[in-house]
């Protein structure tokens, strides 16, 4: 993303859940908070704050930014004289807000060595202490208090999995193609059953967030729509149907291309999904746990939207709209290879006799064919909060259903993710439909 990637989402400042026991917020905040410090277990201080691209940030970057949220947004409202960890954060680690102010260049966020990692880490502290003595008396928070508490919690949640996305593509940059840690879970199985066809009547569907738990304010509000009779695959593509396209010249035939797409391919000098890597007549793929040979029973992951739209056009396919996505999803458990399970990694379809759609959720976020644009009667939120989703609106591909870097409680068949249709370094992958 150029914007969006830091941008994240933002929901109403009105607070669609029951009031939580004051013990159930604090206890999320710091079961939240633990989750972002853990991921950068085993990193080093070096590590955390390089910088591979503009899109990317440092881990140590999203650390702080992650605790300015909280700082700048619910510390420096609720608490009268709070005292700032450090005045000049306030610019350093603001993303996009320009409500709140200047600014640190995106691009330059690697070249920052001072604050180091251990001066981050004693800033979460510092935030986390006065966050802590806030909770302690959830019910003095206004509704809207509590509502922006709820929405700096899943925003640090997008940062988890862009503090991976991020690391992975600074890795892959290093000629000693580190690991970041061993995969916990590993399906080895090279075959998976043919791609299966499950039907949809169409009419008119529900879209968009309606319960009372927390969302973002893209997702609202919820309004009907009408679809047409369409077909979903039964799982995701896997690498070894890609690796057919690719052999079939998938990236050398125009006719398969948007023309914004032909151009990238040109430009870009793309021949297969990024971190593939051709060793004479086999490819290797970097992940997390190192590089190694492609599994072709694997999910395709790191594909943009014009490298999926081709491939579903080489398929005799299309990308679902997320609308027929979001129908599809609606009645499934939002269940699947999610970063509680440690895989690291996309996996082969498990379940091979299922009566519905299989990966719907977890494993690699599913580019649509649809537009990142408001829902009817969306309204942005005053002041700097609706500064989070709203102003990215343009430009950019919803992508749906989570990977496998996204933790389990951030995701549901509402959520809406979405990317400029060249990139490629997020978690992303294809599932066809058709009419
Ligand atoms: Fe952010």
């Known amino acids: 993303m150029t914007a969006q990637v830091t941008s994240l989402k933002y929901r109403n400042t009105t607070l669609h ?3 939580q026991p004051a013990a159930a917020l604090s206890n999320r905040y710091l079961a939240v908070r633990h989750a972002s410090t853990a991921l950068s277990e085993g990193l080093s201080a070096e590590d955390c704050a390089l910088q591979s691209m503009p899109d ?3 881990i140590k970057w999203h650390l702080a930014h992650t605790s300015w949220f909280f700082e700048t947004f619910v510390l420096e ?16 680690f603001n993303s996009y807000y320009v409500t709140v102010g200047e600014r640190h260049p995106r691009a330059e966020r690697g070249l920052v060595s001072r604050p180091g990692l251990d001066d981050i880490l004693c800033y979460r502290e510092h935030v986390d202490g006065a966050m ?11 509704q809207a208090m509590q509502a922006l508490i709820e929405l700096g919690l899943n925003h640090e949640q997008q940062h988890q999995e862009l503090m991976l996305t991020d690391l992975k593509h600074l890795f892959s940059r290093n000629p000693l193609q580190p690991a970041y840690r061993e995969a916990s879970a590993r399906v080895t199985g090279a075959s998976v059953p043919a791609i299966q066809w499950h039907d949809y009547a169409g009419g008119q569907h529900r879209i968009g967030h309606a319960s009372d738990s927390f969302a973002f304010d893209n997702e609202l509000p919820s309004h009907r729509v009408f679809l047409e009779r369409y077909a979903l695959g039964s799982r995701l593509v896997t690498n070894g149907e890609y690796r057919s396209f690719i052999e079939d010249g998938g990236y050398m035939r125009a006719d398969l291309w948007l023309s914004d797409g032909w151009d990238a391919v040109q430009a870009q000098r793309w021949q297969a ?15 997390l746990s190192g590089t190694e040979e492609i599994n072709p029973a694997e999910p395709v992951c790191h594909v943009s939207y014009y490298e999926s739209d081709a491939y579903a056009r080489w398929a005799g396919a299309r990308l679902p709209t ?6 599809a999803a609606a009645s499934l458990p939002a269940e699947g290879n999610l970063v509680e399970r ?9 379940d091979r006799q299922a009566d519905h759609p299989q990966q719907m959720f977890g494993d690699v976020w599913e580019w649509t064919s649809s537009s990142y644009a408001p829902y009817p009667g969306y309204r942005t939120a005053p002041g700097a909060v609706g500064e989070y989703n709203g102003k990215f609106m343009v430009n950019q591909y919803v992508l ?4 496998f870097a996204t933790p389990q409680s951030h995701i549901r068949s509402s959520y809406r993710n979405f990317f400029p249709a060249p990139a490629r370094w997020q978690f992303m992958g294809i599932r066809l439909a058709r009419d």
């Open 17 to 19: 859940q029951d009031a």
């Open 56 to 58: 990317a940030s440092p």
């Open 77 to 92: 409202q609720a608490v009268p004289g709070y005292r700032h960890f450090h005045p000049q954060y306030r610019v350093l």
């Open 132 to 142: 802590q003595a806030l909770l302690r008396d959830v019910d003095a928070l206004s």
């Open 273 to 287: 999904p990024l971190y593939w890597q051709q060793q004479s007549q086999n490819w290797q793929v970097f992940t």
């Open 322 to 327: 997320e609308f027929e996505w979001e129908a």
């Open 342 to 350: 440690g895989a690291l990694r996309p996996l082969a379809v498990a």
């Open 400 to 403: 749906r259903g989570g990977s």
